[in-house]
């Protein structure tokens, strides 16, 4: 019952050698769990695989096996025929890593993404999938390779970040039949999710403490926000993952129904992280804004400075959330 694509990305896998795989910048647990899984089952079909992306791999996601071969851009000489993106809604979601793909490239785009524009040259864009891991999963299934315990443990790190360890309303029954799948491989659970959800670093902790300060909510209660400037994530010793999940508290607070994170990444410009919980389709906003996402998170980066950009995105969420009917008994 799997998808007509799902056999072509399997035959990409299998037809091509020499491969290039590519994620989105600032990659998150979602995007290396399945580069790395994908490059495990391309390695057991005896290919090569060059790993590049345009950021560090954070620290917490240092242990998934292979994470310490990739390289950056500028590290790698000339361009690729033959090429993966995982987790990446649109090539400027590449960044500078695009420059290594061959104007006449084979591209196969594969990813979840609401907002993907279809860049590939072959693309398997599944949006009922709650992680590309869950692709990457089925595309193993249809090359019938029985998944080792390296492989499992990536693709269990994407299923159970992009679900927020299986609570978001992405977490479905096949999600759970996968999660399952991956424990009999041989896959620690626990050791997976205490390293990459649980964990918060010093300064992580530092930052929380000045972000909840920021916290503030809407008349109506229903969209709530937090702030975090450069001078604070300097004086907590942060970095820019430490920044990730703090959108969760103006989104977690009773009544809210879309949070928001407005994030100072360089001067003049602002991350923004959308948050919705039933209705809001905060992808669509994103877009707006020039980002992408998902219904239920996505996120932009605005030009102006925190004050301007506040201004603006909260203006256009206001009219949307006033125009839907957000009871959560509207939604199924
Ligand atoms: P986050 O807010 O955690 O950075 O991202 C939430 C979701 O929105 C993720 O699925 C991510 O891929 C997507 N997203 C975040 N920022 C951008 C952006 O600037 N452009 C696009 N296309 N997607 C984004
Ligand atoms: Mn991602
Ligand atoms: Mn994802």
Redesign the pocket.
């Known amino acids: 019952n799997l998808k007509p694509e799902y056999k072509s990305a399997a035959d990409f896998f299998r037809n091509h050698d020499n491969l290039l795989l590519l994620v ?1 910048e ?1 990659p ?1 647990g979602d995007a290396l769990g399945s580069v790395l899984g994908a490059a495990h089952l391309l390695q057991s079909l005896g290919k090569t695989v060059t790993l590049v992306n345009d950021d560090p791999i954070p620290d917490k996601f240092r242990f998934l096996p292979m994470a310490d071969r990739f390289l950056l851009p500028e590290e790698v000489e000339g361009t690729f025929a033959n090429v993966i993106a995982f ?1 990446c ?2 090539r ?2 590449l960044g500078r890593s695009q420059g290594l793909i061959a104007a006449d490239a084979n591209l196969l785009n594969v990813d979840h ?1 609401v ?1 993907n524009d279809h860049f590939g040259t072959e693309n398997i864009v599944d949006l009922e999938a709650a992680a590309t891991c869950q692709i990457v999963f089925k595309i193993a299934q249809e090359l019938r390779i029985e998944l080792d315990l390296d492989t499992a443990t990536c693709l269990y790190t994407g299923l159970v970040t992009d679900t927020g360890g299986f609570r978001y309303s992405n977490t479905t029954e096949e999600v759970l039949l996968i999660a399952a799948h991956l424990l009999t491989a041989g896959v620690s659970p626990y050791q997976i999710v205490d390293r990459v959800m649980e964990t918060l670093t010093w300064p992580q902790v530092q930052l929380i403490r000045t972000v909840l300060d920021t916290l503030d909510r809407d008349e109506s209660g229903m969209i709530s926000w937090v702030t975090i400037t450069r001078d604070m994530l300097e004086r907590a010793g942060g970095c820019d993952e430490d920044v ?1 999940g703090l ?1 969760n508290y103006p989104r977690n607070v009773e009544g809210v129904e879309v949070g928001i ?1 407005f994030r100072e990444s360089v001067p003049g410009k602002v ?1 923004v ?3 919705s919980k039933y209705v809001v389709d905060v ?1 669509a906003i ?1 877009l707006e804004f ?5 219904a239920r ?5 605005v030009d102006g400075d925190v004050d301007t950009v506040k201004d603006r995105v909260l203006a256009r969420v206001r009219e949307v959330v006033t125009a839907v009917d957000t009871k959560p008994e509207a939604t199924q």
């Open positions: 989105h600032k998150d987790d809604g649109d400027k979601r993404h907002t990730e959108v994170s991350k992280s959308f948050r992808g994103a020039g980002g992408g996402g998902h998170a996505a996120g932009c980066t």
